[in-house]
């Protein structure tokens, strides 16, 4: 195990974070992205392992707000940049600095974390479960005919998107709010999404922007053996707007493929005379929850039903866990620690992944994560009406 010890990061240190951050994730970024990315964090977010003069492990955190079921909005620490140097993997330096960050996250009175995983075998270990669901969808679209009963709204224009930031910001706001796993994305955050560094293309063309009063898409181009279209940000208020820029894309002739990563909610299907065509090309963890502070998430949300409870909850890497009595009415809960005897036994991760609606407690009980009694019950009142996606990736 290490004796390296972190700290908080010394202002001349941040010439090495983006070495250390293209090391780590074998990308580079534009300097212009660090500087943005900088503004939304707080004092003293940032923890550091230095070696001998060398940055050899970076954790940093931004200061999120985050939607949960029936529109709260909750302060979320959102763990960003996380790398350790490869030549000092694998002696405790991760589990050191996020021991540090979670400290301060408790001292600063978040009740929530919140991260997105370059792995899913890292972070259970810490108490975040994956929260909610990419799911990737790839349509051929020369074979797309839309059903007779799908709406054809219209009212979509190409825009230059840069000129209209604040639009896209204000429909943005308007979808995060209503959306759990949606984030307040600050304005720095939406220039440098904007500016389009060609290093943040992967290849593709620059942004095309469809634009509606209630939605719009960002994608790029691929040309390779087929032209696909990759939609990388499809925002839509109302399902008026989602059918209106599905048919904009749909009528891109040249277009063979068209990909998008939505959730498992996305009516897209539904839409079209062969919902086949719609294939899932990929499923995987999008936002990752932990809670720090179980009472006070818990009771920020709404509820699908009643439910009178006692949770055991484990949390293996902090204190945060314990024995919680849930008493939900009318869609509002009461939350209180308890000594009484527990009906269901989990862990702080597995509670972190029921907690947007977006996992089954069934499912979950069905490989032994919750023990004890009905779970039907929990599943119908943590389901949520409206399906939970992450806000964007950090
Ligand atoms: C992932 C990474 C940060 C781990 O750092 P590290 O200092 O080697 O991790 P630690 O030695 O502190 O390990 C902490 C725990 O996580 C486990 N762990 C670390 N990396 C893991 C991995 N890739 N898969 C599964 N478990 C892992 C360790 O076994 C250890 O478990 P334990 O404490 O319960 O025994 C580092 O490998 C890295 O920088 N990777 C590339 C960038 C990256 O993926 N960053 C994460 C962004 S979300």
């Keep these: 195990m290490t004796t390296l010890v972190p700290r908080d990061i010394a202002d001349d240190e941040w010439r090495d974070v983006p070495l250390l951050t293209a090391t ?49 909005v909750l302060p979320t620490a959102g763990i960003t940049w996380v790398g350790v140097a490869p030549t000092h993997r694998r002696r405790g330096l991760l589990r050191a600095m996020y021991t540090d960050l979670h400290d301060r996250f408790a001292e600063n009175g978040y009740p929530l974390a919140a991260l997105t995983a370059t792995e899913g075998g890292i972070y259970g270990r810490f108490g975040y479960g994956p929260a909610t669901v990419d799911t990737e969808f790839s349509l051929d679209r020369r074979f797309a005919r839309f ?95 989602h059918a209106a820029l599905w048919r904009a894309l749909i009528g891109l002739d040249l277009v063979e493929t068209i990909t998008v990563t939505s959730h498992p909610g996305d009516p897209l299907p539904y839409l079209l005379d062969d919902p086949r065509l719609v294939r899932t090309t990929g499923s995987e963890d999008g936002l990752w929850l932990r809670l720090m502070d179980v009472p006070a998430a818990l009771t920020a949300r709404t509820y699908a039903a009643d439910l009178d409870t006692v949770l055991d909850v484990g949390d293996g890497f902090r204190s945060d866990g314990g024995r919680f009595a849930l008493s939900i009415r009318s869609g509002r809960a009461e939350c209180t620690p308890t000594d009484a005897p527990a009906e269901f036994t989990l862990g702080l991760d597995v509670l972190g992944s029921l907690y947007l609606g977006g996992h089954s407690a069934a499912l979950m009980a069905a490989a032994n994560r919750i023990r004890g009694g009905d779970v039907t019950r929990l599943d119908a009142a943590f389901r949520s009406d409206v399906p939970a996606r992450l806000g964007f990736h950090f």
């Design 147 to 241: 059903h007779r009963d799908a709406p054809d709204p219209g009212g979509v224009r190409i825009v230059r998107p840069r000129e209209h930031r604040d639009d896209l910001a204000a429909i943005y706001d308007r979808y995060r709010r209503i959306t759990p796993g949606g984030l307040a994305r600050p304005t720095p955050l939406w220039d440098d999404l904007l500016a389009d560094w060609e290093d943040s293309r992967g290849g593709g063309t620059p942004w095309f922007c469809f634009l509606h009063d209630d939605g719009y898409l960002l994608y790029r181009l691929f040309r390779g053996s087929s032209r696909t279209v990759r939609v990388e940000e499809f925002t839509a208020v109302t399902p008026e707007a």
């Design 24 to 72: 780590s994730f074998g990308s580079t970024w534009h300097p212009e992205t660090f500087a943005a990315w900088r503004t939304a964090m707080p004092p003293r977010s940032s923890v550091v392992v230095v070696d001998d003069g060398d940055l050899v492990g970076q954790a940093h955190y931004l200061d999120f707000e985050l939607t949960v079921p029936g529109g709260a």
